[in-house]
């Protein structure tokens, strides 16, 4: 069974703090991706990986950044956390070439 | 630039009863996915029905089924017999051939017993 795990499922930060979002995927997929979702404005992109080491902004990058070392693994970080950033984040993926998207659980952050 | 609306924010609906959900895309490419996701209250994004823009049959799976007009770029789902568990926010969303899909605002959904 495909699972993409995100490691925290609440997560509260202080404003100004680093933070690291992690997202675990067991599918060997290629493409990986993270989204905001908030009331009203449904999901958005902020970043996504077509590859190890490869990186492309969305359309929500501004205050975030992204890190794909290994295949299975891609972390969002907020360099430093504003509370404009208080958000449910998902974590995807898919293979290479498909639209199907394997969603996570969802970290609800909030930024105090 | 590819959108999607969705004009219904809130719903409600008689468990049993039938609803449809709208959603309206615009785009000028041929060729493209639709899609609509589910996600209940535990958060679990869940792909519902997809439907390929090359193919003129509505897809169906199972209670859920689409209205797929090309021309008038809409993509609305049907609920045949909702039930409680169908209660949950749903997505439609849209990707072009090897870009990234782009969701809309999403339609609460209530099914009430």
């Known amino acids: 069974d495909v699972k993409v795990t995100q490691s925290s499922r609440y997560l509260v930060k202080r404003t100004g703090e680093k933070v690291f979002l992690e997202c675990v995927q067991d599918?060997?997929?290629?493409?990986m991706f993270w989204y905001r979702q908030d009331p009203g404005l449904g999901l958005r992109l902020i970043y996504f990986s077509y590859d190890v080491k490869m990186k492309e902004k969305g359309d929500i990058p501004e205050g975030y950044s992204v890190s794909r070392e290994k295949k299975e693994r891609f972390s969002l970080i907020l360099e430093s956390a504003s509370t404009n950033q208080t958000s449910m984040y998902l974590c995807a993926s898919s293979e290479w070439a498909s639209e199907k998207l394997f969603f996570g659980s969802g970290t609800q952050l909030s930024v105090l | 630039a590819q959108t999607v609306t969705q004009s219904q924010p809130e719903m409600s609906v008689q468990e049993a009863e039938t609803v449809t959900l709208s959603c309206t895309y615009d785009t000028s490419e041929n060729n493209y996915y639709l899609f609509w996701y589910k996600q209940p209250p535990s958060r679990q994004m869940i792909l519902v029905i997809r439907q390929e823009a090359y193919k003129q049959q509505n897809a169906t799976e199972n209670r859920f089924s689409v209205n797929f007009q090309k021309a008038a770029k809409s993509f609305s789902l049907k609920i045949s017999d909702s039930q409680l568990g169908d209660t949950a926010m749903y997505f439609c969303a849209f990707i072009l051939r090897d870009d990234k899909i782009i969701f809309g605002k999403g339609t609460r959904l209530h099914i009430l017993p």
């Open positions: 599918m060997d997929h290629e493409n």
